[in-house]
Structures are given as structure tokens and as C-alpha cells.
Nanobody, 125 residues
Framework: QVQLVESGGGLVQAGGSLRLSCAAS????????MGWFRQAPGKDRDIVAA?????????AYADSVKGRFTISRDNAKNTVYLQMNSLKPEDTAVYYC?????????????????WGQGTQVTVSS
């Protein structure tokens, strides 16, 4: 059974940092891109960042988080991370990780195979 478990969310003041983790189990996803998404109340789930299958290979970011967030992965641990710095109140949302449909980061924009259950991030002003 495939399972993605996010952790690391919480409450932080504006300007602070959080590091989210997403651990995958049930099978290995080293050949697939992975992504982080977020959904604020009343809004659609949007992509935040994506990373291709190979550690250190291509990444992609939403314009709103460029320069503040960094996505990385450790295929040996079947884990993907999202380092979030300089957090703003508008970053408040439930953050989800996903296994995307192909090996390249762009696939995360249109194809997701599996989702985690989400972790809440709240940024106070």
C-alpha cells in the first residue's frame, strides 16, 4: 500500500522558517518527479514546487515562492523536503506532497499519482 506522510507543519510568525518532509512508503518513487502543493480555505490546490526524479536535477517553483522556498529530495530515504524561509501570512495553507506522473518536474503540473494527507502551515502577522 502506497503511503505519503507529510510532517513539519505548524504555526510560525511572519519572517520565520519551516521545513516540511514527505516520506513515501510502499514502493520506491526514485524514478518519478515529486511536488509540493498547497490549498488555502476556499481556494484551489496550487503547485508550489516540483523536482525531477534525480536528486540535484531540475526544479520548478511558483512565482510567489521563488527565492524563499527550496525543494529537495533524498531518494535513498524516499523523502522529499520543502524548506520555507521568509514566510508570509499568505503562505498559510494545507501543504500536500504528491508523486507526479513522470520523471521530469513539469509533469507535476498535470499528472499526480499519489497524494499525502496534508500538513497545516499557519503564518501569523
Amino acid at each position: 500500500q502506497v503511503q505519503l506522510v507529510e510532517s513539519g507543519g505548524g504555526l510560525v510568525q511572519a519572517g520565520g522558517s519551516l521545513r516540511l518532509s514527505c516520506a513515501a512508503s510502499g514502493r520506491t518513487f526514485s524514478n518519478y518527479a515529486m511536488g509540493w502543493f498547497r490549498q488555502a480555505p476556499g481556494k484551489d490546490r496550487d503547485i508550489v514546487a516540483a523536482i525531477s526524479w534525480s536528486s540535484g536535477a531540475s526544479t520548478a517553483y511558483a512565482d510567489s515562492v521563488k527565492g524563499r522556498f527550496t525543494i529537495s529530495r533524498d531518494n535513498a530515504k524516499n523523502t522529499v523536503y520543502l524548506q520555507m524561509n521568509s514566510l508570509k501570512p499568505e503562505d498559510t495553507a494545507v501543504y500536500y506532497c504528491a508523486v507526479c506522473g513522470a520523471s521530469y518536474s513539469g509533469s507535476c503540473y498535470y499528472s499526480r499519482q499519489y497524494w499525502g494527507q496534508g500538513t497545516q502551515v499557519t503564518v501569523s502577522s
